[in-house]
């Protein structure tokens, strides 16, 4: 076996299995073993592996709760080995069903549990490749996207974030504008100071001033000590105003005088306060029309929409939902239930149909439901919802349909063959001029669906 694959067998070990462990070393597995479950998770703690074997009754399969938090975290396949006369237990096949790939009886078949268990590596491994394409690795803060307009943001992104000046982000509910200022600001020479939020939509408009500007004890009824407020907090670092468009009229004063002289003044205080902080923006609102209605300050507005970053909504980046879909499964994978190890093929193409009205927001709440909710190994439109929302969708036409299909099977290409142009044309059966071409046509770029990070150099 190549790579020498680590296999791990948990259980207190008789005669059958020490010859199991020296027949499967012999063909090329490095085994470990653990006597308990409790020594089993040390195992998997101390170093990656690949497969597993539970031998029972022996390896406490009756703590079910415990088992399944096992095989759920270890990511890996795992197969039982057990006396025939146990299959009458409806307890012990239950969860065989729902816990193992398979389980051999003994005497086991040396052979058969090879090649199980190489079958079992090969899905592991397949997993772990995808995962490293598609989940960003380090920051929290990175961005997945693939799609020229989310090439566009992260360029803008790392433009904006080498300046010091007032950042306007600007995109629907939900479109992750609050991930692109925090982005911001960690590629900023800010990095190590505070990043401070504040919804303006969120707070009382009584509250507002004091949550931003402090206040001094005494101030008023019911100020029984100093507050520092969120501006201050944030000095030497950024400060996010998000739904910025919500902020009352009166209060954009105060904000333009900040941003004008970088100072502040607590309520009730009398000295000024100089503070340097960065100010980011953002609002689902159309500004420029609440300035036309007057709803909102034209000089602040200029103040704040010095640097603009646009987060295009969901619909509009139909390549990223299934990149998207998989990075958030991977993200709680110690949330979803036992079985569950990924999307259906329906599942990944009713996703691509839906709107998205919540964007990413929505994305992310539909999959997280559906993967502790799901009850099956491949998660199902039903389990995200969308089945009966998108049941009354308009026929498309057999242009679109031939459309769609053609984009599907170019994305599924260059993927499959790690973007080489000549080995996805080779297996599409067109040449390198031809798929440029449809590469063109369906704006998948020279790097087709590669996930791009802000990392990306």
């Keep these: 076996m190549d790579n020498k694959a680590r296999l791990l067998m948990v259980g207190a070990l008789g005669s059958g299995q020490q010859r199991l462990i020296e ?18 998770e040390t195992r998997l703690v101390e170093g990656e592996h690949e497969a597993g074997i539970f031998c029972l009754p022996d390896s406490g399969i009756r703590d079910l709760k415990r088992v399944e938090r096992l095989v759920v975290r270890s990511d890996m396949e795992w197969m039982a080995l057990l006396h025939e006369p146990e299959l009458d237990d409806p307890l012990l096949c239950r969860t065989l069903g729902d816990l193992f790939m398979a389980y051999q009886p003994e005497p086991v078949d040396i052979d058969q549990i090879d090649c199980l268990m190489q079958h079992a590596v090969a899905m592991k491994r397949l997993r772990s490749e995808e995962a490293s394409t ?43 504008k609050e991930l692109a200022a925090r982005a911001i600001h960690e590629r900023s020479q800010r990095a190590s100071a505070p990043f401070i939020a504040v919804n303006c939509g969120a707070l009382p408009s009584s509250l507002i001033q004091s949550e931003l500007f402090g206040h001094e004890k005494g101030a008023f009824t019911g100020a029984s000590q100093r507050k520092i407020g969120q501006i201050e907090a944030a000095a030497g670092g950024t400060l996010f105003l998000d739904e910025i468009g919500d902020l009352p009229l009166e209060l954009q004063v105060n904000l333009l005088r900040f941003l004008e002289e970088k100072t502040i003044q607590r309520i009730g205080a009398l000295d000024e306060i100089a503070v340097d902080v960065r100010v980011l923006s953002a609002t689902h609102v159309d500004l420029e029309k609440a300035v036309a209605e007057g709803r909102f300050r034209e000089d602040l507005y200029h103040r704040l929409n010095v640097l603009q970053v646009n987060i295009p909504p969901l619909r509009e980046r139909q390549e990223d939902i299934e990149i998207l879909a998989r990075f958030f499964f991977n993200k709680f994978i110690e949330e979803k239930s036992m079985k569950v190890r990924g999307f259906s093929l329906e599942a990944l193409a009713l996703m691509r149909q839906y709107h998205w009205p919540g964007n990413i927001r929505e994305l992310i709440n539909r ?8 009850e099956q190994r491949l998660i199902k439109p039903a389990d995200l919802g ?70 990306s150099n």
């Excluded at 012999?26 to 409790?38: H, N, R």
């Excluded at 803060?141 to 090439?151: L, Q, S």
């Excluded at 999959?367 to 799901?374: F, I, K, L, Q, T």
């Excluded at 260059?414 to 369906?442: I, P, Q």
Aim: hydrophobic share 40%.
């Design 367 to 374: 999959v997280r439901r559906a993967m502790v909710m799901c």
């Design 134 to 176: 598609v989940a960003p690795q380090g920051s929290e803060f990175e961005m997945v996207g693939t799609v020229p307009a989310m090439h566009k943001v992260f360029d803008t992104i790392r433009r904006v974030a080498s300046v010091d000046a007032p950042v306007f982000i600007s995109g629907e509910s939900g479109t992750g």
């Design 23 to 40: 027949s499967m070393t012999d063909k090329g597995w490095a085994v470990s073993t653990a006597d308990t479950l409790a020594q089993a």
């Design 386 to 455: 969308l089945e009966r929302r998108t049941s009354n969708r308009l026929a498309i036409t057999l242009e679109e349909a031939r459309n769609s299909a053609e984009k599907e099977a170019l994305i599924g290409a260059l993927n499959r063959n790690k973007h080489k142009v000549k080995k996805a044309a080779d297996e599409l059966g067109v040449s390198r001029v031809t798929l440029y071409r449809l590469m063109e046509k369906h704006q998948l770029g020279r790097k087709g669906d590669q996930r791009v990070s802000l990392s």
